[in-house]
């Protein structure tokens, strides 16, 4: 500032320096207070902006903490029902065991009592077929029985101790034949096993037996199950001193121990 030589002028000079820098400091403070107040502004603005943000990408977050606490509880559930599963399916596993147990049991019981009602059945068949050209719907006339009685006196004679007592005699089941086919075998049933049993002797004693000019042929009537083994090709004879005579297939063979009896039934019948 230039000096004055006058001492008002300089005093007015010197006033009007102040004023003016008073009123640069003045717009200065006026500078920073408005600065001061955008930026508190501004940082408002930025606030709320991030925390709009903040939330937006917060609730995909806050959707999967929702989604875990119920996948944990439909866990939970399962592990539970696992659980109760895994309690039932050993208990199963137990009842079945103790039934396959038992189902051992009763079929070695059944197989037991199978092989005793078929020897019980087969021991106590009393009935006998017989086929042959005479042996024909018709010529037993009223009575079958009647017919059969007197047929096997008039065959075996003196060769029965007493008369050949019989339940009851009727032909097989099977349709009536034609002429040019094989007669029905008619099935008669002795009241006496022991007369039975004669007849089958002198019948295997006799490998021809005519009547009335025609051949006649007789053969016992076994049981289905034994039928069926017949069938197979299986013969069985006890020899003297308790030896084993079997046959299948034309394979014959002699046995003296029930293991060699076993061995030679499972190489015939392995099933």
Request: hydrophobic share 35%; glycine share 4%.
């Amino acid at each position: 500032m230039q000096r004055c030589n006058n001492p008002v002028q300089h005093a007015q000079a010197c006033l009007e320096s102040s004023k003016m820098a008073d009123n640069e400091s003045v717009s200065a403070l006026l500078t920073i207070e408005s600065l001061v107040k955008e930026l508190g502004k501004f940082r408002k603005d930025m606030t709320g902006e991030f925390i709009v943000l903040l939330n937006s990408s917060l609730e995909p977050i806050k959707s999967i903490g929702t989604t875990l606490i119920t996948q944990a509880a439909t866990i939970s559930e399962i592990e539970s029902g696992l659980s109760d599963h895994s309690d039932r399916i050993t208990q199963l596993e137990q009842d079945v065991n103790a039934l396959q147990s038992k189902l051992i049991v009763m079929e070695k019981e059944n197989t037991t009592l199978k092989a005793n009602v078929e020897d019980l059945v087969s021991r106590s068949n009393r009935p006998l077929h017989m086929s042959g050209r005479p042996i024909v719907v018709g010529i037993e006339g009223k009575s079958a029985r009647e017919f059969m009685t007197n047929l096997l006196s008039e065959l075996l004679g003196d060769g029965l101790a007493e008369p050949s007592e019989l339940d009851r005699a009727h032909h097989s089941l099977r349709p009536k034949p034609r002429t040019d086919e094989a007669p029905r075998p008619l099935i008669i049933r002795f009241h006496r096993y022991i007369v039975k049993e004669t007849v089958m002797r002198w019948a295997k004693s006799h490998k021809v037996i005519s009547y009335k000019g025609h051949q006649i042929k007789m053969y016992e009537d076994f049981s289905t199950e034994l039928a069926k083994k017949r069938a197979q090709g299986a013969r069985f004879r006890m020899l003297y001193h308790a030896r084993l005579r079997g046959s299948c297939n034309v394979v014959e063979r002699i046995v003296d121990s029930p293991e060699a009896a076993e061995s030679f039934y499972r190489q015939n019948f392995p099933s």
